[in-house]
């Protein structure tokens, strides 16, 4: 049963058996180099006596260098698994000082370049040099977990120094290293004995063989140290010539031979013990007492360790067999007792969930063919299919799920969802859970209402994931109500689904407007998640509460909340997450409220590398809003019509996208229009004034304020706003954008103390909140009442100091908000100089015809008509 291990195993440090028990001296002064070079690669087949040589060496410079160990074994071949057990051992070693991210990284499921390059640039703490050895680095096949241990090859972290043992070149770029002298190799020659090594190995054994005995043994087993240590202890001490007569035939013949000898010669109580413990890759003594129906397991291995009957001891508790031993010894056990594999792997399961391993449990339900077991455990354990454990629970359960489509039955139909959720083909999950369903009346009464709720809330995900807000209410509703009142007799898990649910709750109350009750049920959902551990869900009801708070205004909730968790999120390697992709919109509206469109457009390019066609498609496009808010804020009109057609090509797959959504993408979308003189097209397509005082409402009057001022229809405008500057709006932002707005109509119109009413009453409200978006796009046509403000020593004189540097509009004579574009502010500094549009393009090394359509459109952004009339209107808006 090759590559079914718990993975409570520990692995970190040397084993405790017998290390090399020849010196040799020849190979310890290459391992020397290892001080001076950056890779030492031991490759050679099985048997060769890797681990043995580099554990000898390891233990004559204990005392002199830090070493990390980690044995590797297969489920470590995954980008979380393999940084979180090399993590683990580096720790281990106490070179990881304190505060330093190696000591908080906790890889999770996704684990790319991103969160590699966080672990390598912070292999720069280590306090110590430390020499970090990786056996058995043949079971890394994973290419992205190659592909991140090349960058680290690559990087050669000075303190750094590795050591790995494999059966087989690694597909890495050696060549490389060997160039530039920093690569040490030790091959299968090497590891070789020699004649005077392979003497000295049967002297420790009590043979005092002749030198033509010692040749023959060598030239037959060619050197090979599990050959002549497995001829050693099959020779018989009163007849050795007659033994090694009998070591005869390839290297497999041999090792097949000697092994059987060695099972041949135990007693038939130990041969039987050797036989049933095999079953696992590793065992400790209540496991095998367990497997044996014995009570001296303990005694059992250890005195097989002291024999060195191919028994090594990991530590005081684990011990494993030699592969080949245990290879022959399953081998022997499917022919002998076939029968009893099946009970065998049984044994194992329940000793997994019982010391509180289900996922590996799993693994042993499924080879022993026990569907209904697995189906146990699983719905025991199915929320951990949104935690840092979800790969794994995905990858133990898919045998099982593949049998869904020739055998469906519900057990393997809930396993075929979490392996589906996993591997976000949610079109998939989506139809397990309608065709398990069909199941549910066959299911054990004690069981059947936790399945009910699991398929629940798999169609949970499947409605976030497809942006059905409103399925998604009504869903957590029911599931709200099934819980109500049930205990934990009924549903084990009951804990865990309410946190679960309360979370898609509060994600249907946000995305369906709902911000009041959305807020509410966000807090429930912190404190449950908390309680049960479910980290990565707890990092997802951050996020979206934090885009809550976002769209209310709430800057330092936000920067305080899902900064530092997106911060932790880096440390841990969580940054790629699907749970943290609503931390990246948050922190793009948030700087979008403080008017730092380079930072948005920082946090929306990571939030949308990181999403794809099948996550979160509310967030995505909430993202896919915010750049167009972005290119908005820029004032690049081009860019802003091109991010709406974006937008609204992604609203147009997304049937089912709320209408909280789809309005605030077209009060986006309007004010793109705006910018590029469409106001005609943006008032068509915001409609009539939306009722209320919900976050959409404000937004869209504010949209249609500003396009009934490009139109020039200022009662229009004051007329649409007059709701929003009335109290009881709980969004912030929208109301300060209004009252500017209105301040900019009564400077317009020369209604000082209006315009002064305005503004300090959007300073009050923004100030606090550090709220500038509203304040960066109109303080140009505010410089008065700005002005005014400091002047009568106004209360928040330091926030609204910082808009003074925009260049002041003449009301009188400009009524468009649009700003110049940094390459026209280029062009319109060569207005005063008697240079011609063919001189400043050769200044300036573009094309005359680009030269021609900036003056055009600085023209017109500056209603003049030709040169003159463009530098004095510069001059008057501070442009000159």
């Keep these: 049963m090759a590559g079914s291990e718990a993975r ?36 050679a087949g099985p048997g060769f006596g890797k681990t043995s040589l580099v554990h000898g060496w390891v233990e004559r410079h204990r005392t002199t260098h830090r070493v990390a160990w980690l044995t590797l074994d297969r489920s470590d071949d995954s980008p979380p698994a393999f940084w979180t057990d090399v993590l683990a051992a580096i720790r281990a070693t106490g070179v990881v000082p304190a505060g330093s991210a190696l000591g908080e990284i906790q890889p999770a499921t996704v684990f790319g370049a991103r969160e590699v390059d966080g672990v390598l640039a912070a292999f720069a703490d280590l306090s110590e040099p430390v020499v970090l050895v990786l056996d058995d680095f043949h079971l890394i096949t994973d290419p992205e977990v190659l592909d991140s241990f090349a960058t680290l090859l690559a990087r050669r972290p000075p303190r750094l120094r590795l050591v790995i043992t494999t059966r087989a070149d690694p597909v890495l770029p050696l060549h490389r290293l060997r160039a530039a002298g920093q690569l040490t190799e030790i091959r299968g020659r090497d590891l070789a004995f020699t004649l005077e090594e392979a003497a000295a190995l049967f002297r420790l054994d009590g043979f005092d063989l002749r030198p033509d005995q010692v040749e023959q043994l060598h030239r037959r087993t060619e050197g090979w140290s599990a050959g002549l240590r497995l001829a050693s202890m099959s020779m018989d001490r009163d007849d050795p010539t007659a033994s090694i007569e009998r070591v005869t035939g390839s290297n497999r013949a041999i090792a097949e031979y000697l092994i059987g000898e060695v099972i041949g010669g135990a007693s038939p109580a130990d041969r039987e013990f050797l036989l049933r413990t095999s079953i696992v890759d590793r065992v400790c003594a209540d496991l095998a007492d367990r497997l044996t129906d014995r009570t001296d397991g303990a005694e ?27 290879e022959l010894l399953r081998h022997r056990l499917t022919m002998d007792h076939g029968d009893l594999v099946p009970e065998l792997h049984r044994r194992v399961a329940a000793w997994l969930v ?54 469906p039955g519900l057990y393997v139909l809930i396993a075929a969802c979490a392996y589906h959720m996993e591997g976000r083909d949610y079109a998939a999950m989506h139809q397990d859970t309608v065709d398990a369903r069909q199941f549910l009346d066959g299911a054990p009464d004690h069981l059947r209402a936790t399945a009910e709720v699991v398929l629940d809330l798999f169609d949970t995900a499947y409605f976030r994931m497809t942006c059905d807000a409103d399925a998604l209410l009504s869903l957590a509703r029911s599931i709200e109500r099934s819980l109500d009142g049930a205990t934990v007799r009924e549903l084990p898990l009951i804990e865990h689904f309410q946190a679960i649910m309360a979370t898609n709750l509060g994600v249907a109350l946000l995305w369906t407007g709902d911000f009041a009750g959305a807020g509410e049920v966000f807090a429930e ?73 380079d930072a948005a457009d920082r946090s929306v390019k990571r939030g949308l590398a990181i999403s794809g066609r099948r996550s979160d498609r509310m967030v995505r496009l909430g993202l896919a809003i915010a750049a167009v808010e972005i290119a908005i804020l820029r004032s690049d009109a081009a860019a802003a019509l091109e991010a709406d057609d974006r937008l609204r090509a992604g609203l147009a797959a997304t049937p089912a996208a709320p209408s909280h959504i789809r309005t605030w993408a077209i009060i986006a979308g309007a004010n793109a229009l705006t910018l590029a003189h469409r106001p005609a097209e943006a008032i068509s ?17 504010v949209a249609l304020a500003r396009a009934h001022l490009e139109l020039g229809a ?21 109301v300060v954008a209004a009252r500017l707005i209105l301040a900019t109509i009564a400077e317009r119109q020369h209604r000082d103390p209006v315009a002064h009413e305005h503004v300090t009453a959007a300073v009050d409200l923004a100030a606090p909140e550090r709220i500038r978006r509203p304040f960066r796009q109109l303080s140009g046509r505010l410089h008065g009442s700005i002005r ?20 002041a509009v003449n009301p009188d004579n400009d009524t468009r908000i649009e700003p110049l574009t940094e390459r026209e502010l280029t062009v319109v500094k060569y207005l005063p100089t008697m240079l011609k549009a063919a001189e400043i393009a050769a200044d300036l090394y ?33 442009l000159l």
């Design 8 to 43: 409570s195993t520990p692995r970190i440090g040397p084993p405790l058996s017998f290390s090399a028990r020849v010196r040799r001296p020849r190979l310890d002064a290459t391992l020397d180099r290892t001080f001076d070079r950056h890779l030492t690669v031991v490759v």
């Design 300 to 326: 059992v291995l250890q005195r097989l360790v002291s024999d060195n009957a191919f028994v090594t001891a990991l530590d005081d508790r684990w011990f494993t067999y030699h592969p080949l031993l245990r």
């Design 354 to 407: 019982q010391h509180g391993e289900p996922i590996d449990a799993l693994r042993y339900s499924i080879l022993a063919r026990d569907w209904d077991g697995a189906g146990r455990t699983l719905l025991s354990c199915v929320t951990l299919i949104v935690s840092v454990q979800a790969a794994a629970l995905a990858s133990a359960v898919e045998p099982m799920a593949r049998r869904a489509l020739t055998e």
């Design 525 to 597: 959902a912190d404190r449950q998640l908390g309680e049960v551990g479910l980290e990565i869900s707890l990092l997802n009801t951050v996020a979206q509460q934090s885009i809550l708070d976002a769209m209310l205004g709430r800057c330092r909730r936000v920067d305080q909340h899902a900064g530092q968790t997106a911060r932790l999120v880096e440390r841990r390697g969580w940054g790629s997450e699907p749970q943290a992709l609503g931390l990246y919109l948050a922190l793009g509206l948030l700087h979008l409220t403080r008017g730092d469109p």
């Design 685 to 701: 397509r915001l409609g009539d004034p939306l009722p209320g005082r919900s976050f959409r409402s404000g937004w869209q009057r």
């Design 714 to 734: 200022t009662a229009a405008a004051e007329s649409v706003l007059q709701p929003v500057i009335e109290p009881g709006w709980t969004c912030r932002e929208p």
């Design 788 to 807: 005014r403000y400091l002047t009568l020593d106004g209360q928040h004189a330091d926030f609204v100091g910082e808009f003074l540097d925009a260049p």
């Design 846 to 878: 573009v094309s005359v015809n680009t030269v021609k359509a900036h003056l055009r459109s600085i023209y017109r952004k500056l209603d003049v008509t030709n040169r003159r009339e463009a530098v004095e209107r510069a001059r008057a808006r501070g």
